[in-house]
């Protein structure tokens, strides 16, 4: 991480403002050192080499509460950190099986409808076969009635 904090002052031996900047950046070798501060002043454009300067070195309290507080958060969000990526993980492996057993859902879904729809339809079909069943018995029981009317007449 490295980030450019500029700070103003007024010298109080010359009238012109100072601007500093600060790189914050953590030393690649080991996490446990102290993180160390390049600093860099310039003058109306003009800029000395920069100096690697120790933060407890720096006589502007408001800048070292800045950078406690900089060191507290970036301590917590270094704890924060794998807490999060394994949120976000959890969080995708619900989202993968929210899909999964969703297009699973949609599938049994999609042949339940058709079941039903099938079910409509025999009903209908069913509806119908019986019309015809029952038109076709009332035709042969009018035949059977009209077989058994004349033979009486007839005594068959």
């Excluded at 446990?32 to 933060?55: A, E």
Aim: charged letters at 35%; a negative charge.
């Amino acid at each position: 991480m490295t980030s450019d904090t500029a700070f103003s002052s007024v010298d109080e031996t010359n009238v012109h403002p100072t601007t500093r900047h600060f790189d914050v950046a953590p030393l690649e070798d080991d996490e446990d050192h102290p993180m160390m501060l390049s600093s860099s002043n310039s003058i109306d454009d003009q800029q000395s080499p920069s100096t690697k300067t120790n933060v407890e070195t720096l006589d502007d309290k408001s800048f070292s509460k800045l950078y406690d507080d900089w060191l507290e958060l970036d301590a917590e969000l270094r704890l924060f950190e794998p807490k999060h990526k394994e949120y976000v993980g959890k969080l995708d492996e619900v989202e993968s099986l929210k899909a999964k057993y969703r297009m699973e859902y949609d599938k049994y879904k999609k042949k339940l409808d058709q079941i039903q729809n099938d079910i409509k339809e025999l009903k209908k079909t069913y509806s119908k076969k019986g019309i015809e069943v029952l038109l076709n018995i009332i035709s042969e029981y009018e035949l059977y009635h009209q077989l058994i009317f004349f033979c009486e007449k007839k005594e068959c």
